[in-house]
């Protein structure tokens, strides 16, 4: 067999040319987001249009992905976003990553334009690429538009694809991703990349492996050590039997217990309901109701931990897969809506167009907030997210998320930074999590650094610095390994450097130093506030609303008010 090659694929969108290119060197050390972060410095014009043609769209696997380490195959997907006007990164379990560096693409990076409308599939395998046009996909939702594909291209290969909230180039559309059982649930959901993709003219990339071969280990014996400790860790964690048992809807309770669930559009952190939608509940619901639901379900082929969930009827039919505690969040308890079943309904919708759900929950609770529906109602919502469907003024107003909403309809209470909404963690009652929200390049979003687990008083507003910042070093490491934000509870718990040994012994890198993780992560965030800055971001951008630092949540009195001088310092040892 050929060795194993790792190439810079390149896909001109205009001239439906593509290039293989060896690594550049300063690339080679990176993967996720830390190389996403380093394409984008090294070649994009930090003040380009993003929906125009100088803007990038980089789809890159993280450096330990291809092995089935557990929980560790993620892709990244990264460009300027057009929700912030700075730097993204969003990632997704799923196939496309694992297809990804079984076909030696260490990033696969789209440029360039079309000259004409339309929608594209761009079909990659070992041969090169295809172009096919997508008339018959296009306006289509991802639920229909993946099996159309699947019975073309075949079932073994993984898809990227868009809903019709990208061809729309709304500003909360992502990108789905095929999961292990080829449905396209697995979103790369954050800052409007979908709309990104929607601007290149394609609808989908179909990426076949057929003919590759997994990613060269230099050091086999070594890396099947590590990896035996690391998976023996990642299963023997407390943690992982939570997710297991409960997936991420075991967060419920948890903040509600510190006064940090958002309701009522952030204006309470208590939800007076929250037992019918906990997971508790949620897991009664799934095991009583019987197949098809699964309380414990894999995104990802090797994944061990098995948070992800199939959520189905009481007629045995599936709502949706998976449904997780941010969409339960921020279209349920900050919508006042107390029914999973509702919650799951929506949920479904707005996967199929192909939006964020919680940049979409977001700017249904702003809307809420200046009458555009009821407080509680499951059918002003749904009709509110049909608008979205059908194209209508109001529809892309909507779909553009809760800044651009709250600027239409003049509400103060926006819970955004950056032009992003927040996710479900009140950051007046979570101030390192409000600190993260705060300052990292990415906009609010608790996947960069949340801190509910870190051991302080998370209502003292002189404890969070560190918290934040170990979070949001460690975050941006993992990000760029392609591991699961779960996969952190095992490689943290795996002694004599688990992650140093996995690269060393993949890679047959010698010189690494003790905390890797670190490492990466303190190289990717400098270089994400080096593009930030070059797009005009200042430190004026790196605050919560105002309203957070001086309206109190009614249930412990509590403002945000971490001082500016920590966030403006917050990362002055790593530049």
């Given amino acids: 067999m050929a060795e194993y090659k790792s190439q810079i694929w390149r896909v001109n969108t205009r001239t439906q040319e593509l290039k293989r290119e060896p690594v550049p060197e300063n690339w080679q050390r990176l993967g996720g987001r830390g190389l996403i972060a380093r394409v984008l410095v090294d070649e994009v014009d930090a003040k380009c249009d993003p929906l125009g043609a100088e803007n990038k ?17 993620r892709l990244s997907v990264g460009g300027k976003s057009p929700l912030t006007g700075g730097i993204k990164e969003a990632n997704a379990g799923g196939r496309t990553g694992y297809h990804m560096a079984f076909m030696g693409m260490h990033a696969l990076i789209i440029e360039d334009m079309p000259n004409e409308d339309g929608y594209w599939v761009l079909y990659l395998s070992m041969n090169g690429a295809k172009w096919e046009r997508a008339d018959d996909l296009a306006g289509l939702g991802v639920y229909a538009t993946a099996p159309k594909l699947l019975e073309k291209y075949g079932d073994k290969v993984a898809i990227s694809m868009i809903g019709p909230g990208g061809e729309m180039r709304m500003k909360s559309a992502g990108i789905q991703n095929l999961d292990k059982d080829r449905i396209p649930s697995r979103i790369a959901a954050r800052g409007g990349l979908g709309a990104v993709m929607g601007s290149k003219g394609l609808k989908a990339i179909v990426f076949d492996h057929a003919g590759g071969q997994k990613p060269a280990i230099a050091d086999p014996e070594a890396f099947k050590v590590a990896q035996k400790d690391y998976t023996q860790s990642v299963m023997n964690h407390p943690q992982s039997v939570t997710y297991r048992d409960y997936g991420t809807a075991a967060m419920a309770q948890m903040t509600q217990s510190f006064a940090a669930i958002p309701a009522h559009n952030f204006s309470r952190g208590t939800f007076d309901n929250v037992e019918a939608i906990s997971g508790e509940t949620l897991r009664e619901f799934t095991l009583t109701r019987g197949k098809p639901s699964d309380p414990a379900h894999a995104c990802m082929a090797g994944c061990t931990i098995k948070c992800s969930n199939v959520f189905g009827g009481e007629d045995g039919k599936i709502i949706v897969s998976p449904l997780e505690y941010e969409t339960i969040g921020l279209m349920g308890t900050n919508l006042d809506i107390d029914s999973l079943d509702a919650i799951g309904r929506m949920n479904w919708h707005v996967n199929d167009l192909g939006l964020d759900s919680i940049e979409v929950g977001g700017a249904l609770g702003v809307a809420a907030e200046a009458g555009l529906m009821r407080w509680g109602s499951e059918e002003d919502a749904q009709k509110l997210i049909d608008e979205m469907r059908a194209g209508t003024e109001l529809g892309r107003i909507l779909g553009d998320g809760a800044v651009t909403v709250g600027k239409k309809y003049n509400i103060e209470r926006v819970p955004a930074v950056k032009g992003q ?29 949340l801190t ?28 760029t390994l392609g591991a699961c934000i779960f996969a952190g509870f095992g490689y943290a718990a795996t002694p004599d450097g688990v992650v140093k040994r996995l690269l060393k012994a993949r890679y047959g890198w010698d010189d690494l130093p003790d905390n890797i993780l670190q490492a990466l992560g303190k190289e990717t965030i400098k270089l994400e506030r080096e593009f930030n800055k070059r797009a005009g971001f200042t430190k004026e951008d790196d605050r919560l609303p105002k309203w957070m630092m001086e309206e109190a949540i009614p249930e412990n009195g509590s403002v945000f008010d971490v001082s500016e001088d920590v966030l403006d310092h917050i990362f002055d040892g790593i530049e």
Avoid at 421 to 449: F, N
Avoid at 458 to 476: F, G, I, R, V
């Fill in 57 to 73: 769209l980089i789809f890159t696997p993280g450096l330990l992905v291809g092995h089935m380490l557990s929980s560790t195959d």
């Fill in 421 to 449: 909404a927040m996710s479900a963690y009140e950051p007046r009652s979570i101030k390192g999590t409000g600190v993260t929200y705060a300052t990292t390049p990415q906009g609010a979003d608790h996947t960069c650094g």
């Fill in 452 to 479: 509910i687990r870190a051991k302080v008083n998370h209502l003292d507003p002189t404890q969070q610095k560190e918290a934040s910042l170990n979070a949001q070093l460690n975050m941006a490491g993992y990000d």
